[in-house]
Structure formats: structure tokens, C-alpha cells
């Protein structure tokens, strides 16, 4: 029972006592003792009241010692409501895995001392994590620069494809007002800083997620197939020249609410089954202007790949690759990507029952 109902009780038995104590003594002059059980009744409700506080207030702690560091405040309260408690041990689930990490970080430490990389790391870590926790991620590790997350767990979220998708988009854009921030402070930071990016992988599954360890040292954390796939998109991002980079179980949900690149039928290094993989740009209506030229462009030689009109899909990759913005350190793009392809296939043509799945030889 919750305080207020409860105050609500004791008002009414106080009344009712009090109401009684008059009509006895006012018909049949029978006197009840008023401040004894009235007062002894309001302290006892003061006491369970201040009780039921404080049990509250641990229950609270509790989970914020066990998942504070892990998930926002919000969710911390949404679960205390729910009254989902951390249990022990690994529950399966529909979940979504999203890992990050930094583009070519091991370039950074020839160029930094450590206090400055530690310094850089932190803001850079601190801001991201800022975008996961409010959009409802849960965090589950840093490795290094890498942040490790990962959406529905361990209280269930709604739209957690959405959500995970929202948070890589907005973190590409708080990295760009980062590095704005670095230029500005001039000869503090090199180029390398200056241009960082940091690169995505997003895949929505069956995976189990818990306390998993041993029993002096826990990690709540995520295992399962389709978290490989969401680790191996983030790496395989790199060979496409992109940024963020989806599996079809992640885009089939959020269709409708995000633009992306048909990007490719693959086949991930470890991995036997292809998956379908997406380039994530924007929510719907806010793709940066660029996209609305590169995109039917990019979609015009695609259709001639996929009919195995080599030659002429050669000539519309080359032009949709002219439209590709190819700032400092972005070294390719998808559509650079598909014209050895073509050429590969001009030789050595697939034949009519050809899958389009193509695999890749490295992370």
C-alpha cells in the first residue's frame, strides 16, 4: 500500500473512532479514551511510513549500485516501478548490439603523450556515452576506445532498433562538434585529432544477456551470435568507407523512419550465413543535402550490378563516385568499392542463379 492510501485509511479509522466516541457519550454516556488509540495509531503509521522509506531508498541504491554505471537514471527509476529486480545469470532475449570504436585509434598514441590520450579518450568516451545513456542504451564495456552496448536489457525497451539507430547518428554528430572543439583550441591537438571518426555496428537478435563471471567478480554484459554480427559490422564498416552500418534486422523495423544505402549482400569474416547490410545516413527528412544526389545515383548503378550489366554499372559507380564527399581520412566509399567488383565479374561472370552475396576476406 502506498503512503497516500495508506494516510487516507488512518484518516478514516481516526474519524470513524472519533465519530464513535461522540455518539457513545452523547447517547449512553460511555466515555472512550480519544488520545491513547488515536495517538498511537498516528505514530505507528509515522513508523511504517518512515520503514517502508527507507526500504524503498535501499531498493533503490540497490539497483543503482548494481546498474547505475550501466543505464540511465530514467530507466534505473522505470525499472524500481516495474519492479524488475537484476537477477542472476543470463536471460535470453530480442535484444539490439551496437558496438563503436575509433578509426585507426593506434595512429593516435604515435601522435599524442599518454596524459594527452587519456585526456582526449575521456572526453571523447564521456560524450559518447552521454548520447547511449539517453537513448536508453545500456552500456556494457570499454575496450579501449571501444564502447560496447546494447538496447532492451536489462528492462525491456520499446522501439530499441529505433533507439539504437537514433543514438549512432547522434553520435556522428557530437563527434563533429568535438572536432570543431579540438580545432578551435588551434596547435594543442594534431590533424589526426582533428579528423577523427569513429565508425558502427548495429544487428538486432536473439541474445542472452546478464550477470555473467565468476562469483567474486560479475559483468553485466550480452553473448550470442548476433552480437559477432553487430562486432563484425563495425570493423567491416572500414572496407566500405562508411560510418554506420546496419543488418537487415535492425533496418526492417525502423524502415520507415531512417534513410539509408543498399549497401550489400555479405558474407562476414567467421560467419557462413550472409547478411543483408545497410549504410544508416539520417532520420527521415534530415539527410544531409549531398545524400539526395549520391543516393539515386548510387541506386542507379546498384540495379545494373544486381542485372550484371557490368560494363555499364562500371560508368554509373564512377559517377555516383564523383558525388562522394571524400574528406580527410575517408579513404573509399561504397561506390569505389563496387567497381573492382564489376570488373572481377566481367571475367569471371557468376552465372543466372548467382545469390549476389559476396564475402569478405578480412574484418
Not at 579501449?144 to 554528430?173: K, N, S
Request: proline letters at 4%; glycine letters at 8%.
Amino acid at each position: 500500500m502506498n503512503a497516500s492510501l495508506g494516510g487516507l485509511l488512518i484518516g478514516a479509522v481516526l474519524i470513524a473512532y472519533g465519530w464513535i466516541s461522540f455518539w457513545l457519550f452523547s447517547n449512553h454516556y460511555i466515555w472512550l479514551d480519544m488520545v491513547g488509540p488515536l495517538s498511537t495509531m498516528a505514530i505507528g503509521y509515522l513508523g511504517i511510513t518512515v520503514y517502508n522509506y527507507i526500504q524503498e531508498e535501499k531498493n533503490k541504491n540497490f539497483l543503482k549500485d548494481s546498474f547505475g554505471t550501466y543505464v540511465s537514471p530514467e530507466l534505473i527509476d522505470q525499472m524500481y516501478e516495474s519492479g524488475e529486480e537484476p537477477s542472476l545469470g543470463g536471460e535470453e532475449g530480442y535484444h539490439t548490439a551496437f558496438f563503436t570504436d575509433i578509426q585507426s585509434f593506434s595512429a593516435f598514441s604515435e601522435k599524442l603523450t599518454a596524459s594527452e590520450l587519456v585526456a582526449l579518450l575521456n572526453q571523447y568516451l564521456t560524450d559518447m556515452t552521454d548520447v547511449l545513456l539517453e537513448n536508453n542504451g545500456t552500456l556494457d564495456k570499454y575496450i579501449g576506445d571501444a564502447i560496447v552496448a546494447f538496447y532492451g536489457a536489462p528492462i525491456e525497451v520499446d522501439d530499441h532498433e529505433l533507439w539504437a539507430c537514433r543514438t549512432a547518428i547522434q553520435m556522428q554528430e557530437k563527434l563533429a562538434i568535438l572536432r570543431d572543439g579540438w580545432r578551435g583550441e588551434g596547435d594543442r591537438w594534431p590533424e589526426i585529432v582533428h579528423n577523427m571518426q569513429n565508425r558502427i555496428g548495429i544487428s538486432s537478435g536473439q541474445m542472452v544477456t546478464g550477470n555473467m563471471g565468476s562469483q567474486s567478480r560479475m559483468n553485466y554484459t550480452m553473448m550470442g551470435d548476433n552480437v559477432n554480427t553487430a562486432a563484425r559490422l563495425e570493423s567491416s564498416a572500414k572496407q566500405y568507407g562508411i560510418y554506420i552500418q546496419i543488418a537487415d534486422s535492425t533496418y526492417q523495423p525502423v524502415k520507415d523512419k531512417v534513410i539509408v544505402r543498399d549497401l550489400d549482400n555479405v558474407r562476414v569474416l567467421g560467419k557462413e550465413e550472409p547478411v543483408k547490410v545497410w549504410e544508416l545516413i539520417s532520420e527521415i527528412g534530415q539527410e544531409p543535402e549531398p545524400y539526395k544526389k549520391i543516393l539515386p545515383a548510387y541506386n542507379e548503378a546498384l540495379n545494373l550490378y544486381k542485372n550484371q550489366e557490368w560494363d555499364k554499372a562500371i560508368e554509373a559507380f564512377k559517377a555516383s563516385d564523383a558525388l562522394e564527399d571524400m574528406f580527410a581520412g575517408r579513404k573509399t566509399n561504397p561506390s569505389r568499392i563496387y567497381i573492382p567488383r564489376c570488373e572481377h565479374f566481367i571475367n569471371n561472370p557468376p552465372g543466372d542463379n548467382w545469390d549476389g552475396v559476396w564475402t569478405l576476406t578480412s574484418k
